[in-house]
């Protein structure tokens, strides 16, 4: 056999692969005598058709079957050869046969590329640093008033934070435009919900009261007819209504599952969710800039290929959720917008494989133990969550495979320089 290399654009590679007549024969020959042994012809006992019949008859088919073969094992016998790691199925196109009846053809594939570490001693990361402080706890509280805020009417003018029902019609040059009409609207005022200008403008009005905006859509408007457009909004105050909070008594505190009622019992159970919540966030935004400072220090060319399979894997993974939250599922979304985190995914797993492999790291069967029963928490039952996990070896690899790429940020937060970053319970949980 007879194998050259040729180098394609970027990662691909043309393999030249020639086989002799005689390589050929061997595998046409005793794929014709396995013919005729099972062939079952008129006029002849099953096993005994001559291998002339035979060839004559389907010489040209088995031919294409021996090709078939010889292409599948000469192809990863030639790679090994070459000392080439294909990535995905090759192309094949078959060259002229040679004249003395041996067999000759192009493989073009995509190739793995090699991952040069970088010195991980000049990483620079930082790593977040914040607490669940007893000011947190209260605003926590006092979101969880605000979801059950009552509105209750008044006849004074609307401040900021109160909630309006309105009536409105928008013009540009005069004309009303789709969309800038509707009625029964319940505005809070502040919250942002409206064009700059709007919410403001109301600032003062009463139930009753008609007000003219005149106003201007934003430029990077999501509307691009609107955007940057002038317009007029002639709007009917129907009513003016005030927040009000519900009273952290016991009706309220065992409402929230809180089963005894008091007060110290809400603020020990809020304070343990938000604390296993920031403790969450926390290992999410290290290992993120941890992984943001390997694809800045690793210039990486990666396989369309691989790509190709994890934009699929991505999308698949996009529609099961749509579907799950009841939207449409049969959309079929645009592979392409995948791309830029299928590639992201790809480096970073052959830049996280190559330092496993070049550091030996090995997974913690313990730690993988602590995050399936951290994860069984959760749950009613844990038990039966660790359980399940123990009976399905692909669950619990899947678990593994995430406690090593931890492993991995560890043993890179130990070599790198890293700088502690103080950051307060909402700028870590509630990002702007």
């Known amino acids: ?41 008129d006029g002849f006992r099953p096993g005994k058709v001559p291998l002339r019949v035979v060839k004559q008859r389907f010489g040209a088919q088995i031919r294409q079957d ?14 090994s050869q070459e000392n080439l790691q294909p990535v995905g199925e090759p192309s094949i196109e078959l060259r002229e046969e040679e004249a003395d009846g041996g067999l000759a053809y192009t493989a073009t594939f995509e190739v793995m590329p090699e991952v040069e570490l970088a010195d991980f001693s000049s990483l620079e990361i930082k790593r977040p640093r914040a607490e669940v402080t007893d000011e947190d ?49 319940q505005l809070v005022l ?70 005894d009622g008091t007060e110290e019992s809400l603020r020990r159970e809020v304070r343990e969710n938000m604390e296993r919540e920031l403790k969450q966030k926390l290992k999410a935004r290290t290992k993120e800039q941890v992984m943001e400072a390997l694809l800045e220090k690793h210039e990486l060319q990666v396989p369309a290929a691989m790509v190709q399979r994890e934009a699929e894997a991505l999308k698949q993974q996009a529609q099961q959720e749509m579907a799950q939250a009841g939207q449409q599922s049969s959309l079929d979304l645009p592979l392409n917008i995948f791309e830029p985190q299928a590639e992201r995914r790809v ?46 070896p692909q669950a619990r690899a899947a678990v593994e495979n995430v406690v090593l790429e931890d492993q991995v940020v560890e043993w890179i937060l130990e070599q790198a320089k890293v700088e502690d970053e103080e950051l307060t319970f909402d700028e870590l949980v509630s990002p702007r």
Do not use: H
């Open 137 to 185: 706890v209260e605003n926590m509280i006092r979101k969880l008033r605000e979801q059950r805020t009552e509105w209750v009417e008044v006849e004074r003018e609307a401040r900021e934070g109160d909630r309006v029902t309105i009536d409105f019609k928008g013009y540009i040059d005069g004309e009303p435009f789709e969309g800038g009409s509707a009625e029964g609207v």
């Open 347 to 392: 480096k970073l797993g052959m830049i996280i494989g190559e330092i496993v492999r070049a550091n030996d790291i090995k997974v913690d069967e313990g730690k993988v133990d602590e995050a399936i029963a951290d994860q069984a928490a959760t749950y009613e039952e844990p038990q039966e969550i660790i359980d399940w996990y123990a009976a399905n």
């Open 1 to 41: 056999m007879q194998v050259s290399v040729e180098s394609g654009e970027g990662l691909t590679r043309r393999l030249q692969v020639n086989l002799p007549a005689e390589k050929v024969d061997e595998v046409v020959n005793a794929k014709l005598k396995e013919a005729a042994r099972n062939l079952r012809l």
């Open 66 to 79: 021996a090709y078939g073969e010889l292409i599948q094992s000469s192809f990863y016998e030639a790679v």
């Open 190 to 259: 502040g919250s942002g919900r409206m064009i700059p200008g709007f919410e403001e403008g109301l600032i003062g009005a009463r139930a009753g009261d008609e007000r003219k905006l005149e106003l201007k859509f934003p430029e990077d408007y999501g509307v691009e007819k609107l955007a940057g457009k002038e317009a007029e909004f002639e709007v009917v105050v129907k009513a003016v209504a005030e927040p009000k909070l519900p009273e952290v008594d016991e009706d309220f505190i065992r409402s929230l599952g809180v089963e």
